[in-house]
């Protein structure tokens, strides 16, 4: 008989908490870019969007466990650790029911914090409305009628999600607007969450179809998807002349082009295995997120770097 505190363990595992680093990372870098344009950091609003973050993130991934259980359960040797969701279902340690009132409960708990920060803090619309498009899109990204992940939508929506939307959010509760600059700073992290989609979801795809899951790389294939790849890095890297020319700081660019090097890497592997080569995607899964995450840390560096000196 499973105890109390071995129940609350497999929720915990449930939720990913290690996937959590990047809501983290990437609201702080919203913050950061407000910052540096000389706005007084809100404490207490920053909190309660970073609460409303998380609870999105954790709904997400609760979300995601129930709505794809049925793929999940095809995953019986994993070729990466970082795909296939976190088998608290599929190995039967918790009723699926305990995953969908879990999503349902932070999605609700999402919802509050965004109530708080628009009747006590008045924050303005446009901050609310970036993180209520959020927070319906990540439940549409696994859950019905929608399910973009398993219609070839995924892919743009959580480089939509992740990297855009959540530093937007940051941004806008700070400024109480939108802004042009923000933009600027998320789009080579955009292209860099597309590529690494691709990557995560590559080992997966065969099974994907056998359940019906019909994820871009599923419908794709892998290996045209493979092909795909190497148009991001050259998007993210090639773009960052305009976007210093448009208002990027230079030291924020040549916080993204540190990295380059890993990212040739990874992009010359991909094409390797798109010309029928073997890939070692738990390998590859874990450079790509660290990718994202170390331009990501780079970028916020930057920005905090011009905001205080």
């Known amino acids: 008989m499973t105890t109390p505190l071995r129940r609350t363990y497999y929720l915990l595992r449930l939720g990913r908490p290690l996937f959590l680093a990047g809501g983290f990372l990437f609201y702080g870098l919203g913050a950061a870019v407000a910052l540096y344009e000389g706005h007084a950091l809100n404490w207490p609003v920053y909190l309660w969007g970073q609460a409303a973050v998380t609870a999105v993130q954790l709904m997400t991934h609760f979300s995601n466990d129930y709505f ?10 994993r070729p ?22 879990a999503a349902v409960v932070m999605g609700l708990s999402a919802a509050a914090a965004a109530a708080v920060l628009m009747l006590v803090y008045r924050q303005p619309a446009w901050p609310i409305a970036l993180l209520l498009v959020g927070l ?11 399910r973009l992940n398993a219609r070839g939508w ?25 802004g042009v600059l923000l933009l600027l700073a998320v789009w080579p992290l955009a292209c860099h969450q597309a590529a690494m989609i691709l990557v995560i979801n590559s080992p997966d795809a065969p099974t994907d179809r056998q359940a019906g899951k019909m ?7 892998e290996r045209r998807a493979a092909r795909l790849y190497p148009l ?6 090639g773009s960052l002349p305009l976007l210093v020319g448009w208002g990027l700081p230079g030291l924020a660019a040549a916080a993204v082009a540190v990295p380059l090097p890993l990212s040739l890497w ?35 560096a930057a920005f905090l770097y011009l905001a205080w000196r």
């Open 232 to 237: 991001f890095p050259l998007l993210a890297y």
């Open 154 to 178: 995924g892919e743009p929506a959580a480089a939509l999600i992740v990297p855009v939307l959540t530093p937007w959010v940051a941004y806008s509760l700070q400024v109480g607007q939108p």
């Open 266 to 300: 990874l992009a010359r592997r991909m094409i390797r295995f798109a010309r029928g080569a073997p890939a070692d995607w738990n390998r590859m899964a874990f450079w790509s997120i660290g990718l994202l995450m170390g331009t990501a840390g780079l970028v916020l």
């Open 215 to 221: 994820t871009l790389v599923a419908r794709l294939g």
């Open 136 to 146: 319906v899109l990540s439940w549409e990204y696994s859950a019905p009628p929608l």
């Open 80 to 101: 990466s650790r970082w795909s296939g969701g976190s088998r608290v279902l599929a190995d039967g340690l918790l009723p699926p029911r305990a995953a969908l009132v």
């Open 68 to 77: 794809d259980l049925a793929a999940d359960r095809l995953y019986v040797d």
